[in-house]
């Protein structure tokens, strides 16, 4: 089975700075998808951004961006300009290409302090 | 259009008892999943269907059954509840595989908090 590892239980960041989230896998699988998702207080699980690993290209959204390093099976996440509503548990995710089901790390709690 | 709902919220059940939680999507999913979200465990996989009438196992399914009688909804049931199985329940669905703009992205529920005394 595939694993999930995100080193950093919890992270803590100033508001209007920047933040990185770590995140590794592992897999034989050439094809895959991989997620960031955002858990706030709420406990509602909101997709942040998402990655195909056939694409070289780093995605973006907004102020979160990834660095995917394929080789090195590393997937993290940077936050710019960080905001109050940005404090919430980060969850890394994968999938198989042909596979179902999601398999999440631990997680990690994002403090965003003014 | 709700998304993906959960029934109830918020359940106590003692040591025994049996319960069903509902989920449903009004999405035209194919895909539908339970997790359980324990304390610094991530997300769980215990069951997952792949199209009306089909279940399969997931990582931690023992203590659990599921159906899916219609293509929008997907129950959990537990036939007799155990102190291990207080939990958050998260339901969500998936478009199918090959499906046109399909890359797995897969839509949560609110969750169910279910504590089992």
């Given at each position: 089975?595939q694993?999930?590892?995100?080193s950093?239980?919890e992270?803590?960041?100033?508001?209007a700075?920047?933040?990185?989230?770590?995140?590794?896998?592992?897999?034989?699988?050439?094809?895959?998808?991989?997620?960031?998702?955002?858990?706030?207080?709420?406990?509602?699980?909101?997709?942040?951004i998402?990655?195909?690993?056939?694409?070289?290209?780093?995605?973006?959204?907004?102020?979160?961006?990834?660095?995917?390093?394929?080789?090195?099976?590393?997937?993290?996440?940077?936050i710019?300009?960080?905001?109050?509503?940005?404090?919430?548990?980060?969850?890394?995710?994968?999938?198989?290409?042909?596979?179902?089901?999601?398999?999440?790390g631990?997680?990690?709690?994002?403090?965003?302090?003014? | 259009?709700?998304g993906?709902?959960?029934t109830?919220?918020?359940?106590?059940?003692?040591?025994?008892?049996?319960?069903?939680?509902?989920?449903?999507?009004?999405?035209?999913?194919?895909?539908?999943?339970?997790?359980?979200?324990?304390?610094?465990?991530?997300?769980r996989?215990?069951?997952?269907?792949?199209?009306?009438?089909t279940?399969?196992?997931?990582?931690?399914?023992?203590?659990?059954?599921?159906?899916?009688?219609?293509?929008q909804?997907?129950?959990?049931?537990?036939?007799?509840?155990?102190?291990?199985?207080?939990?958050?329940y998260?339901?969500?669905?998936?478009?199918?595989?090959?499906?046109?703009?399909?890359?797995?992205?897969?839509?949560?529920?609110?969750?169910?908090?279910?504590?089992?005394l």
């Amino acid at each position: 089975a595939q694993t999930v590892t995100q080193s950093q239980p919890e992270m803590s960041v100033q508001e209007a700075e920047t933040v990185t989230l770590s995140c590794t896998y592992d897999t034989s699988e050439s094809d895959y998808y991989l997620f960031w998702y955002k858990q706030p207080p709420s406990r509602q699980m909101i997709l942040v951004i998402r990655q195909e690993a056939y694409k070289q290209q780093n995605a973006t959204e907004n102020r979160f961006s990834v660095n995917f390093q394929k080789a090195a099976k590393s997937f993290s996440l940077k936050i710019s300009d960080s905001q109050l509503g940005d404090a919430a548990m980060y969850f890394c995710a994968y999938s198989e290409h042909s596979g179902y089901a999601l398999n999440f790390g631990k997680g990690t709690s994002l403090l965003v302090t003014p | 259009n709700a998304g993906v709902t959960q029934t109830p919220k918020f359940r106590v059940l003692k040591t025994g008892q049996s319960m069903t939680l509902l989920c449903a999507q009004d999405m035209n999913h194919e895909y539908m999943y339970w997790y359980r979200q324990d304390p610094g465990m991530g997300l769980r996989l215990i069951h997952y269907s792949v199209g009306e009438g089909t279940t399969a196992k997931g990582e931690v399914p023992d203590g659990y059954n599921v159906s899916r009688l219609k293509k929008q909804n997907f129950l959990l049931g537990l036939e007799s509840a155990a102190p291990s199985q207080t939990s958050v329940y998260f339901c969500a669905s998936s478009y199918s595989k090959g499906a046109s703009g399909s890359y797995n992205e897969q839509f949560f529920g609110p969750g169910t908090r279910l504590t089992v005394l």
